[in-house]
T-cell receptor
Framework: GQNIDQPTEMTATEGAIVQINCTYQ??????LFWYQQHAGEAPTFLSY??LDGLEEKGRFSSFLSRSKGYSYLLLKELQMKDSASYLC??????????WGAGTKLIIKP | DAGITQSPRYKITETGRQVTLMCHQT?????MFWYRQDLGHGLRLIYY???????DKGEVPDGYVVSRSKTENFPLTLESATRSQTSVYFC???????????FGQGTRLTVV
């Protein structure tokens, strides 16, 4: 079956670094997406990885290992506004997104 | 205004009633999607559309109907609402099947 696993909740301190892990099992693979969702709002796109390696975008980076079925989202220099849920989604061979339940990130001052 | 908009933002309806959630996008994106989001679950795909007059079932289509007569609109109808359809519904669009999706603000539907 198809499955996305990510931690339910994480806590980190303002100014620190946090890594949110995601493991995936999809029928075929057409990429791995990360979205950010603030409470009561719509998800917004953060990153897309289809090749192995690290993609950096400012304070946010995303890593993919296709052989391990593993990705992580790295957030540096955490700010209070980064408190949100982070959604991992794998795209299968039919270009359907399989979504994880999301990781709620709590930032403490 | 450019973007993707959903209406209504909030809706309370009674069991057995028909209700339609609207979705409109101004980018002329080919692909449009309807998801539901429930606590403890990831987003679950209800229906999607690759172009006008082309729709297909997602993971949880039972009890829902969609249409897409125009590229910009993708309404979702609950034919006879049930309490299990209480959820937050998100519409999304993308230009291609493997690119980022843009989400509407969501509709919080409560079935009583």
């Amino acid at each position: 079956g198809q499955n996305i696993d990510q931690p339910t909740e994480m806590t980190a301190t303002e100014g620190a670094i946090v890594q949110i892990n995601c493991t995936y099992q999809t029928s075929g693979f057409n990429g791995l997406f990360w979205y950010q969702q603030h409470a009561g709002e719509a998800p917004t796109f953060l990153s897309y990885n289809v090749l192995d390696g690290l993609e950096e975008k400012g304070r946010f980076s995303s890593f993919l290992s296709r052989s391990k079925g593993y990705s992580y989202l790295l957030l540096k220099e955490l700010q209070m506004k980064d408190s949100a849920s982070y959604l991992c989604a794998g795209m299968d061979s039919n270009y359907q997104l399989i979504w994880g339940a999301g990781t709620k990130l709590i930032i403490k001052p | 205004d450019a973007g993707i908009t959903q209406s209504p933002r909030y809706k309370i309806t009674e069991t057995g009633r028909q209700v339609t959630l609207m979705c409109h996008q101004t980018w002329s994106h080919s692909y449009m999607f309807w998801y539901r989001q429930d606590l403890g679950h990831g987003l679950r795909l209800i229906y999607y559309s690759a172009a006008a007059d082309i729709t297909d079932k997602g993971e949880v289509p039972d009890g829902y109907v969609v249409s897409r007569s125009k590229t910009e609109n993708f309404p979702l109808t609950l034919e006879s609402a049930t309490r299990s359809q209480t959820s937050v519904y998100f519409c999304a669009s993308s230009s291609r099947e493997n690119t980022e999706a843009f989400f509407g603000q969501g509709t919080r539907l409560t079935v009583v």
